[in-house]
């Protein structure tokens, strides 16, 4: 059996090994450093009880007083060694999976524990009376718990905002004032990356006070408010009506829950409308919420309403017409001159849609007819798998039908109204001699389509009547553009118009 110097030599060189081990040992490796740590605390008490270094009585009076000194320190590092054992295992079989992320739950069980086992160090090993001890370091703890009163406020505020779980690390909330994603939550703050990058650190007990919004819960709804304010004498039903197409024109808002669209308050020179919707996710928000703001300026004028500054005098404007409007904010005809746009102006023809009609299609006469929408909400579609899915919507002064006009074929997609709609139509005897003056006008809509299919890849993916090993859309979309061309000349070389 060992003797009491065999056991303080092989206890020293135990404790030794184990520190080298804990502090060079590969951290990444969690399961090995925990096996062998278990291994090191048998050895320990094996040695530490064989040699009659019983951690749960006093160390033996031995001849030298260094040795003695010796098995007290070995007798209290095995109190700890197991400590710190029993509080890994505790952690990962007690404590819930969602705490092992969260550092206050883990420090305070850590705290707790090895309080514990420092009490027990001191009453077995070092033969200390336990209760002297526990009411001196009860009006001790009196003394620094009035000290520490502010720090002590945010540790117990702390514990409450993790175990109620108002927000989780990677959660993108508002607490107070600020706005960031939860980073950090330890015993003392929450750390907060701000929209600019910047760590936030809010103490637990202001958080605690104060209200908290999480972005991510519920995870897959996440609301969006956009505010217009209106002059009054324009009619309340018509903002509403525009502001609930521009809504239905976003293929990312939800549909259920429904968008909302309502009249928020009103002031001596303004109404406040307000469109409230959802997405599914958080990312999406910025985007959605800036193109809301778009497609409500797009379907408040296709009504004659203008956004303006409501702090200065209404400007005295011109009345323009409405095929004029429409046409100058048209994104293929924004290069034009007023008189071509009155060229085109007088050569259009409107057409009125309800719901689900159909505006455009492959099977129709007005393949080679380009289609603009002046009012409402319209919805590209394509077949697939004996079914249809859309594609993208459409919002006042979106075209459709440029690959018609330009090389005279017509696509497999399917336009229908989801709101009551008003369309123009411009045939292409119409826009050609605009199209032959105007190269960039030709350039914009080889653009769009080009985006539309990068964008959607069924759309114009597929054109009727159309050899399939041409080269594809780009190749068919290059050839109608390059006779489109050819005519223009030769009609130049006759001088005589184009139709």
């Not at 964008?455 to 006779?483: C, F, I, K, Y």
């Amino acid at each position: 059996m060992p003797t009491l110097t065999d056991g303080v030599l092989f206890g020293t060189g135990i404790l030794i090994l184990d520190f080298v081990a804990w502090r060079f040992m590969d951290r990444k490796s969690d399961q090995m450093r925990l096996a062998f740590r278990g291994l090191m605390f048998g050895l320990s008490s094996y040695v530490l009880f064989s040699s009659g270094m019983n951690p749960l009585r006093a160390a033996p009076r031995a001849d030298e007083p260094l040795r003695h000194l010796l098995a007290q320190v070995l007798e209290l590092v095995w109190w700890l060694q197991g400590t710190r054992l029993a509080t890994i295992l505790l952690d990962r079989l007690v404590l819930p999976e969602a705490w092992h992320k969260e550092r206050l739950f883990q420090d305070v069980f850590g705290a707790l524990v090895f309080l514990a086992a420092a009490v027990g160090a001191v009453a077995f090993v070092l033969q200390l009376p336990v209760r002297g001890l526990l009411a001196t370091s009860g009006a001790l703890a009196i003394v620094l718990g009035l000290a520490i009163q502010s720090t002590l406020n945010d540790v117990f505020s702390g514990v409450v905002l993790n175990a109620t779980q108002p927000f989780r690390l990677g959660d993108w909330v508002t607490i107070g004032e600020v706005e960031g994603k939860v980073v950090e939550s330890n015993w003392r703050s929450t750390s907060l990356v701000n929209g600019q990058g910047n760590i936030v650190v809010i103490p637990n007990s202001v958080a605690a006070r104060t209200n908290i919004v999480n972005a991510n819960q519920p995870s897959h709804t996440h609301g969006i408010s956009v505010v217009l304010p209106v002059k009054p004498s324009i009619r309340p039903a018509l903002v509403l009506e525009a502001l609930a197409n521009a809504a239905a024109s976003s293929d990312d808002v939800l549909s259920e829950p429904k968008p909302l669209v309502s009249v928020r308050r009103a002031t001596n020179d303004a109404i406040e409308y307000e469109i409230v919707c959802y997405v599914d996710e958080l990312s999406k928000k910025i985007d959605v919420r800036n193109d809301l703001f778009d497609l409500a300026h797009r379907h408040l004028l296709s009504r004659g309403v203008v956004l303006r500054p409501l702090s200065v005098a209404e400007p005295a404007i011109e009345s323009v017409d409405e095929k004029h409007r429409l046409l100058r904010n048209v994104m293929i005809f924004r290069t034009l001159e007023d008189g071509e746009i009155s060229e085109l102006e007088a050569k259009l023809t409107k057409h009125e849609f309800d719901t689900a009609e159909t505006i455009y299609a492959a099977a129709d006469e007005n393949g080679h007819e380009l289609h603009i929408l002046a009012q409402g909400v319209a919805r590209v579609s394509a077949p697939k798998d004996e079914g249809e899915i859309e594609l993208r919507r459409l919002a006042p002064g979106d075209s459709i039908g440029q690959s018609g006009i330009l090389a005279g074929v017509r696509t497999d997609v399917i336009v229908r109204a989801l709101t009551r709609a008003t369309v123009f139509r411009l045939d292409k005897t119409a826009l050609t001699p605009i199209l032959a003056r105007r190269p960039e006008v030709v350039k914009e809509m080889c653009r769009l389509l080009s985006e539309h299919h990068a964008t959607h890849e069924m759309l114009l993916a597929s054109p009727v009547n159309m050899d399939q090993t041409s080269g594809g859309l780009l190749q068919w979309m290059r050839d109608g553009v390059r006779r489109l061309h050819e005519l223009t000349i030769r009609a130049d070389q006759r001088k005589c118009p184009v139709y």
